[in-house]
């Protein structure tokens, strides 16, 4: 852009671009002199400027003049002259043009019968009058030349003007572009919106060649994305277009490495370094795009390799994370996301979730053999998804168990039963094959997925405890925990009320230099008899219940606390990570306690990181986004706990105004050896880059995973490889054994 906000491209002549110059160029005249209208006419008959045939359009007065370029606006110059029906009804009309007609593209040129009726350098000035002229200056060939110049300089305007507003529509385009969450929709997205910018046909086709290493589960190459013209083309291989000239046509633009813009074809390259992948973009085109245009078009390719790159990071993050490789079926992430969903909608009653146990499952192995086993699991797996409605969500939880949710008007548990019947002819053989179910209709009172899994679980364990076969409904009262959770629930009111909860801090370690950054602080409660209570159990309990307020603020306070005792003994840069539970943003005002705290601690803001999980961040994300960016501007660091199995949106993660993401430790877990994890991990780490981001491991228990997650680039780990969690006091002592601080 120069100083006028104006975009220019200096580095090339602009040469008008090839439409305009099929056209005519159109001339308007002003003035009442009718003598000097008709000599006018006679001088521009038959002569070209630049090319172009000259059409002249004539008005004789203000009034007819601004009508015409008020309806108008291609008219490309206008001689105007400044006497007519008044003494400056020129100079005005020159004003209307520019100001209340608003066209600021007309070259114009002001005309006088006497030199020295205008004072010429403050009326161009002021009036941005492009030529001033007497018309005894006007010769045939002066007039030839006034034209060209101010052609020339048309066109450029012109030009600049259709730039900006492509500018302006490729920062509109690229921010649909953002929401996209998928690469077809992104492809398909990405040639409309060419198609409108650049006002040609949207006829086309995206092609990407993965790279496989990063796309274990994609085919390498593929038509991910096209328009109806060639929609049997999708999801096939290149070999597959026709006609052949349109392969070649991307052929050759891949071995370049380059795009080509001709007359009946546009072919972007969009290449791997910024976009992930190679991908090529082609679509048909009935013209030649001008200088300028293919300029925009690359400034739009370079918007588009961002977005390419982060769909394909999230839906490969989604692929792996949500998916049961071995079976090809949606995993346990998948049903928990969908079964929140639904328990969300109001039309949950008419839902509900089968789970299935297949009995003597583990005894059919040892019997047939794992090889055995595992074929019957991919059979019955094929049967269930490819003979149940296809709105039935079937997922594999884990082993042999599956579920399948849906509306109940497709799925019942006599259909699955009927199912099976038809299983027990597998392979010939006349084994017969049993299995047990727990059905949970979701108009039953249940709050989070989870839970209702848990419950689902525990039925199961209890029926299959009485043999095979059994199939169950769900029943509020047959929750043999109930007992338990109440009376688990008042000690829980009790240990809150005497402050006997307490926290213990687990150490983060840099990979780079090992050094300690932080600790995390995770509650501990131990009952009376000395039993440990994990919080995995009390914690969701007091959430549902209410308690999460006080002990909250509890945890709060004792982690404050041991950031000043921290910094008191010289660790003043460790930073002390909180778990928050959403109801704490939602029921509380957790911000201002947690300031308040900060405060009365004398310790900085810095000193604490917040964590939220994934999943409930992003289910919350309208409501959490806020309160995101009040802990932000107070500088408080956060951190997105337990990532990877939360269904980030890539539209809510650009916006996250998170420092951090910590990845899950199901994946560290099978860190090692599950390529699958492997990948989950990688992407993670490559998402936190582009969003600029950190990453933690959480759960790293030994120097293989730890070595992995280096060369991986991970920033920082925590877990039982450097040290468990631990009392304030067990930790100091850690730190100065482990991590002394350095007195020069
Ligand atoms: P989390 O926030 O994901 O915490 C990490 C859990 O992994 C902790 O379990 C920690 O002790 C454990 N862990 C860390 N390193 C290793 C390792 O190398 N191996 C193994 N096997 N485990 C490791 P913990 O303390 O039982 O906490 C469970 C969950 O309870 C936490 O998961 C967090 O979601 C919740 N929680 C704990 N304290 C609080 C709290 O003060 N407030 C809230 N809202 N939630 C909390
Ligand atoms: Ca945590
Ligand atoms: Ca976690």
Redesign the pocket.
Known sequence: MNSNGIISFRDEEPLPPEDFLSNRLRVLTVDDDHVFQRSTSFALTGIKILGRDIELIQAYSFSEAYDLLAQDNDIAIALIDVVMETEDAGLRLVKAIRESIGNSEVRLILVTGQPGTAPVHTVMQLLDINDYWTKSELTKERLQTILTTNTRSFSQVKEIAQAKESLESIVTASRTLYAAHDLKTLANQLMEEVSRIFNINNDGLVYAEFDTSFHPTNRPDLIIGTTSKFITFINQPLQHIKPEKIRYRIEKCLSQKKSYYEKSFICLYLPKTLAGSDYVCYMESSRQLSSTEKKLLQVFSMNICGCLNNVALISRLDRLAYEDEFLGLPNKNTLLKSLNQIIQSDCRDEYQLIIIDIDNFSSINTVMGINQGDALLRFIAHRLRHCTHEEILVARIKDDIFALLGSEKLISIDSVKQLFKRLNHYEDTVNTINFSSVTFPLFLPATSAQSILTQTSIALKSAKNKGINQHVIYQPEDDSNTVYRFQLLRALQQAIERKEIF??L?PQICLKTGAISGV?????WTLSDGTRV???EF?PLA?TTGL?SQ??KQ?IEQSCAAARDLSAIGYSTLKVG????IL?FERDDVVSYLLSSIKKHAILPQQIEV?V?ESLAMQNFSSIYEHFQTLRDLKIRIAI??FGTGFSSLACLSQLPADRL?I??SFI?RLTFDKRSHAVVKTIVELGERFNMQTIA????TLEQLNTLKTMQCHEV????HS??MTLKQLIKWLKKNHPIQHH
């Open positions: 926290i213990a687990q995390e602080a995770l509650a501990r994990s919080p995995a914690i959430e999460i002990l909250g945890i909180i778990n928050l539970s704490q964590e999980t706990d337990d910590k899950d430790k877990d959480e759960g790293v228990e925590q877990g039982y490889f468990k969690p």
